[in-house]
């Protein structure tokens, strides 16, 4: 079980992150609470606890927020699982009401991020717009080094839709973040 703090702030925002494997509280607190709640949410359903940070230095909109939050987490992942053998893939298909969201992960130090919620980009749930939970994922793609792949297969209620796709991404983090006997790699190394 690893323990792991992370750090970053720039002219926009501070944000901390601090992350525990095998713990149970997850705590989000920043700007915009639909983000708090997919958070919450997205480190719930992967099955690691910790605390998430964020403040704005001056006044900003949701993007740089969300942004900074997710490198700043998909950095402090990375770390909790350094050094040791990892399962590498991970997906997960998650119904919530009428939305249906897949996500697939391969922590191969290949970024890239293939998001497609389905919603118009302006959409706006508790201050944070669709186009900037997409950005979102892209974003921890980028840190974690990760390739991954989130498409909602049905949309409807843009929080429901989100948050399916957030849940799904949690779960195949999970899977994919856990640990393994052996290297997921036919080349023996990833």
């Given at each position: ?126 201050g944070l717009r669709a186009e900037n939970a997409e950005h979102f994922i892209a974003s921890l793609a ?38 393994s006997s052996r290297v997921m790699s036919i080349k023996g190394v990833v």
């Amino acid at each position: 079980m690893g323990r792991v703090a992370v750090s970053r702030e720039t002219l926009e925002t501070r944000i901390r992150v601090f992350l525990e494997e095998g713990a149970i509280g997850v705590k989000a607190e920043t700007p915009i609470p639909m983000l708090n709640h997919l958070l919450k949410t997205l480190l719930f359903y992967a099955g690691i606890g910790g605390e998430v940070y964020a403040e704005e230095v001056y006044r900003v909109d949701d993007h740089h927020v969300a942004e900074d939050v997710a490198l700043v987490l998909g950095e402090a992942l990375r770390r909790l699982t350094a050094g040791r053998t990892i399962a590498r893939y991970g997906w997960s298909i998650v119904p919530m009401d009428e939305s249906l969201c897949l996500a697939a992960v391969d922590v191969s130090n290949r970024p890239g991020a293939w998001v497609e919620l389905g919603l118009q980009p302006w959409d706006v749930v508790g201050g944070l717009r669709a186009e900037n939970a997409e950005h979102f994922i892209a974003s921890l793609a980028s840190t974690l080094r990760a390739t991954i792949h989130v498409k909602a297969l049905r949309t409807g209620n843009t929080h429901h839709t989100i948050e399916a796709c957030f849940k799904a991404l949690g779960m195949a983090l999970g899977q994919a973040l856990r640990g393994s006997s052996r290297v997921m790699s036919i080349k023996g190394v990833v």
